[in-house]
């Protein structure tokens, strides 16, 4: 019994050691474990910030990018509308050089307007003052005959063959006609 016991203390201490051993590669396989869990963490927030970083980089750029673009359209509708701002200006010019064109012209018409219906007020005078000598001529020289005058004052056709002074007929030469009376009146005039 004794050695039983012995044995058994043995058996125990035995056992202790090997449990001690098994919790010792138990707490060193945890902590192996526990370092690689923790490097694994670090990597992978490792790569997490990469990822971040890679991604604000590229917000960023696409940013700028954006800035740029808009700067660009910006410009160019600036541009644009200086371009429209000339062209409408220019073609308000065009407009108002051709508003003053137009009143020029109908000035320039009412003038010309004004200077021929004076012309034709006196051509119209003075043909009837040239009418009222001829009729003047015609009736003083006699009796007038179916081809001289106007048909309104022609005597023959009224009836009237009176004569207004001395009667002359002449043998070889017709009567002028009243186109020769008219263009004489106008040699004199």
């Known amino acids: 019994m004794e050695m039983n016991m012995v044995e058994r203390s043995q058996v125990e201490q035995y056992k202790w050691e090997i449990e001690e051993r098994a919790r010792l590669d138990i707490v060193e396989k945890l902590h192996e474990v526990n370092l690689f869990l923790q490097a694994q963490a670090a990597a992978q927030e490792n790569l997490d910030q990469l990822r971040e970083n890679a991604h604000a980089s590229t917000r960023s750029q696409m940013e700028l990018r954006i800035k740029d673009?808009?700067?660009?359209?910006?410009?160019?509708?600036?541009?644009?509308?200086?371009?429209?701002?000339?062209?409408?200006e220019t073609y308000r010019q065009l407009y108002?050089?051709?508003?003053?064109?137009?009143?020029?012209?109908?000035?320039?018409?009412?003038?010309?307007?004004?200077?021929?219906?004076?012309?034709?007020?006196?051509?119209?005078?003075?043909?009837?003052?040239?009418?009222?000598?001829?009729?003047?001529?015609?009736?003083?020289?006699?009796?007038?005959?179916?081809?001289?005058?106007?048909?309104?004052?022609?005597?023959?056709?009224?009836?009237?063959?009176?004569?207004?002074?001395?009667?002359?007929?002449?043998?070889?030469?017709?009567?002028?006609?009243?186109?020769?009376w008219e263009t004489s009146l106008w040699k004199l005039g």
Request: proline fraction near 5%; hydrophobic fraction near 25%.
């Open 69 to 88: 673009l808009e700067s660009q359209v910006s410009t160019m509708k600036t541009s644009q509308e200086d371009s429209t701002k000339t062209e409408l």
């Open 96 to 180: 108002l050089e051709e508003l003053k064109v137009r009143k020029s012209l109908r000035n320039k018409l009412n003038r010309t307007n004004e200077r021929l219906s004076e012309s034709n007020t006196k051509l119209l005078v003075e043909r009837q003052q040239h009418q009222t000598l001829l009729r003047t001529l015609t009736m003083s020289s006699g009796l007038e005959t179916p081809y001289c005058g106007h048909f309104e004052n022609n005597s023959v056709l009224n009836g009237n063959l009176t004569p207004r002074g001395n009667l002359v007929i002449p043998t070889l030469s017709p009567r002028p006609s009243y186109a020769y």
